[in-house]
Each structure stands twice: as structure tokens, then as C-alpha cells.
């Protein structure tokens, strides 16, 4: 353990707290260092960026977390309660300051909420591999998620694949799709702005009225019912279409007549916090943060941080990053 003065001592932290339904406070506290020698093996961390997951996130900042869900859609570092107020993230990266000497300096990420320090125990920081910039590894939450939508999806060699929503999370699972030889992948959108994305991961795009029909495998991921109504259209018989947006407590209708059951199509839900069941025996939930922070080696997921701003500025620039009619992608979040 790295050499610490001998009292303990109290060091000062800020952290993003959403305070009420649409609004945002910078609340501070006092971390204890060294803490505890009874605790496990603990470290403390400077921030240097976090990322804003815009569908999580916009959900917990309006407001529309539903009842039922407030224990599965807590953070592993949350504080307080939904709705309000509730500190809540996941995508941060730092430094270690103190801790063991074989992470001192090191860069890590870690699933914590938007705070400046922070104090948790070692087994919650993964290092980052040496070629990953810590200013893209903030979209390492996203990967995870991105990761767990393919294995559901299971996608084959020479698949015709359908990714409707250009969103993060959408892009990234075009991108790895692309990576099975033989897929003719389509990542679709309404907006036209996202083909210049699609072009720099690699992937082809296609506005919905050009988007392929008797599909292989079709994800969704646009967040919007619309989205998924459309997604059900592209996939051939027998497909499975998978769901990878969630609505809150936004209420979602699907026409599931016409050819819907003739196509004997399998609609499935995806969601980050289980392990597909074929991969729970071998893969665990550091497993698959370790492979995404490796596959974010790639220069080309750049393309997917739409914007930064500094720490302090973001309980003034919250509202508009998650309002519902932006276009942000990532927005990473730079502590000073």
C-alpha cells in the first residue's frame, strides 16, 4: 500500500446529483483516506472524463424510471433514490492517487456516477489497455452493452443484418457485426446527418425507406417505438429481431397481425445486466468490460463523442444534452 499520512484524512469531492425531475446540482462531500482497515483492499481515484449514456440517463433526468424497476436500474455506485435525488452514471474514467503500488498512476475505468473523487474498493477499477486514450474509453459502458446485444442476436457469417437506430449503442453494434466475414450490414436512421457516422465506422447506411428487406437478423436500438415497428418489417422469415431499446414507463404498441405470425418471427429483449445464459458458465461481467475496453482500441470510434464540456458546467448543459430532440451522441464530460 502506498505510503499515507498517519490520520486519517478527509478529502473533498463534488458529484452530479440529479436533484429534482429535469434539474441538476453539484453537490460536494468529504471522502475518508485511508478509509477503514477493516474494508477490502479500497483505492482513490481522480477523475479525468465521464461519459452521459443519453438513454439511461434521459430517463432517470425526466423523471420516468418506472416503480417497479428502481432496484434493477440502480448503479453499482448510486446514491440516494429514484426518482429524486439520485446520484446515477456509470462511465467514468480516472487516475488511481493512492491505493495498491501496482496501480498508482494508473489509468482505470470504473462504473461510477459523474464525480470528480472517489474512493471504492479495487476489484471495481479495470486498467485500461496501453493503446486505449482514456478520452474514448468512456464509451466502455456503452460497448458492454453493445457486446451483450450481439450475443443475443448470434449473427452469422454472410448474415444479412438490419441495425435500426444510429444512436451509440446502435453504431457500436453495426461496427461489430461488420467484423463477421461475409455480413452485409445496414444501419439505419432518420436522420441523413448519420451516414457521415456510418462511413467513418465502415458500415453502410440506409434512410428507413431504403432500408433492406428479408433480413437474417435485425437489431433494434433507436429508442423509439416507430423504430422497432419498422424493424419487425425488415427481418425474413424465421429472423429474430432484437430488442435492445427500453421505454421506462412509456407505453409501446405493435401490430403483430399481418404476416407477423405466418413469418414465425422471434421478437427478443436485450439488456445489459444479465449475461446471455450460453455464456454464463465461462464469462463474467469483468470478462466482458475487459473485452470492450480492448475493442476500443480502434481510432475510428472517435466518431461516436459528439461533444464535451467541463465538469462544472453540467448542471447548466444537462437539459440540453438530454433533451429529446438532440442529435448528441456520447458526450464526455472533462474534469480538471
Aim: aromatic share 6%; glycine share 8%; with cysteine.
Amino acid at each position: 500500500m502506498a505510503a499515507v499520512a498517519a490520520e486519517d484524512s478527509l478529502i473533498k469531492a463534488k458529484a452530479f446529483w440529479v436533484s429534482a425531475k429535469k434539474n441538476g446540482e453539484l453537490r460536494e462531500s468529504r471522502l475518508e483516506w485511508p478509509p477503514h482497515a477493516s474494508q477490502p483492499p479500497m483505492a482513490l481515484v481522480k477523475a479525468l472524463y465521464s461519459g452521459i449514456s443519453r438513454g439511461t440517463e434521459s430517463l432517470v433526468w425526466h423523471g420516468r424510471v418506472p416503480p417497479s424497476e428502481y432496484q434493477r436500474m440502480r448503479a453499482p455506485f448510486q446514491q440516494g433514490e429514484f426518482p429524486a435525488p439520485v446520484k446515477y452514471g456509470y462511465a467514468s474514467v480516472g487516475q488511481v492517487e493512492e491505493g495498491p503500488e501496482e496501480l498508482l498512476g494508473q489509468a482505470v475505468f470504473c462504473l461510477f456516477p459523474h464525480q470528480d473523487r472517489y474512493v471504492v474498493p479495487v476489484d471495481a477499477l479495470v486498467p485500461l489497455p496501453a493503446m486505449l486514450p482514456p478520452e474514448r474509453a468512456v464509451l466502455a459502458a456503452n460497448m458492454e452493452t453493445a457486446i451483450n446485444g450481439v450475443w443475443d442476436a448470434a449473427p452469422g457469417v454472410g448474415d444479412r443484418i438490419a441495425v435500426v437506430g444510429a444512436g451509440v449503442v446502435g453504431s457500436l453494434v453495426a461496427w461489430l457485426c461488420q467484423a463477421i466475414p461475409g455480413t452485409q450490414v445496414s444501419l439505419i436512421d432518420i436522420n441523413p446527418q448519420r451516414e457521415t457516422l456510418a462511413r467513418e465506422l465502415g458500415v453502410a447506411f440506409s434512410m428507413p425507406e431504403q432500408a433492406p428487406s428479408e433480413c437474417d437478423c435485425v437489431i433494434h436500438a433507436s429508442g423509439n417505438p416507430e423504430g422497432l415497428r419498422q424493424a419487425l418489417t425488415l427481418a425474413g422469415p424465421e429472423a429474430n429481431v432484437i430488442e435492445m431499446s427500453w421505454y421506462g414507463e412509456r407505453e409501446v404498441t405493435l401490430s403483430l397481425g399481418e404476416a407477423f405470425h405466418s413469418r414465425r418471427l422471434t421478437l427478443r429483449s436485450s439488456q445489459v445486466g444479465s449475461l446471455p445464459t450460453q455464456r454464463q458458465p465461462r464469462w463474467g461481467y469483468r470478462r466482458r468490460l475487459e473485452l470492450a475496453l480492448r475493442l476500443l482500441q480502434a481510432p475510428c470510434l472517435d466518431a461516436l463523442i459528439s461533444g464535451e464540456s467541463d465538469f462544472s458546467e453540467l448542471p447548466r448543459r444537462m437539459a440540453t444534452i438530454l433533451a429529446p430532440g438532440s442529435t448528441e451522441l456520447c458526450h464526455r464530460v472533462r474534469y480538471l
